[in-house]
């Protein structure tokens, strides 16, 4: 894994791959992130973004040594005073496509609800929806079933963020499994 770095505007050059900020929100789902990350990698210039909480599933040395993992500790130390950069705001420039994978339960609902308390909600709060921002979410069953999940799912599908087409169509068999073969 790459160290925190500022993020380089490179709008007057011309990307030779696309710019992917991938997150990751606390959910045990996140343990996968890491093959997310390497996956993305192969294709894209990846960034990455972690919730707190999501730390407690993220082994950072076994993400790909190109991947800049940012935290809410790298939002807070990077500014100083006035007319320093925002992280989040950099990202937010900085990306083509953003995408939560897993996005769980609670920062789904911050994010329905507009609020902006870690790196990532912030980075969603500033986002341009002219560009594609896709989550994944993933909860246990209990709470995906919840009512609020599928408000929550309706309000983020009327920002322009894609994810699940119906609350229902994501089915409960987990976002992470995956069959090879």
């Not at 343990?31 to 960034?47: D, M």
């Not at 909480?53 to 990077?78: A, G, K, Q």
Request: with cysteine.
């Amino acid at each position: 894994m790459a160290t925190p770095e500022p993020v380089q505007d490179s709008s007057m050059l011309e990307p030779s791959r696309p710019r992917v900020l991938l997150a990751a929100s606390g959910s045990v789902a996140a343990i996968k992130f890491e093959s997310l990350c390497r996956v993305f990698s192969e294709w894209a210039e990846v960034r990455a973004v972690a919730t707190k909480s999501s730390l407690h599933f993220v082994d950072r040395s076994s993400l790909p040594s190109d991947v800049i993992l940012y935290t809410d500790d790298d939002e807070w130390s990077s500014w100083k005073k006035i007319g320093d950069e925002v992280l989040h705001i950099e990202l937010r420039k900085w990306a083509d496509i953003m995408v939560i994978a897993p996005l769980s339960a609670n920062t789904l609902a911050k994010i329905a609800g507009g609020l902006c308390d870690n790196l990532l909600t912030c980075v969603v709060r500033a986002w341009d929806y002219k560009k594609p921002l896709f989550v994944a979410p993933a909860m246990n069953t209990f709470m995906w079933s919840n009512p609020f999940t599928g408000r929550h799912i309706e309000i983020v599908k009327q920002l322009g963020i894609a994810g699940p087409a119906h609350h229902e169509e994501a089915g409960l068999r987990g976002l992470w499994e995956r069959r090879d073969g």
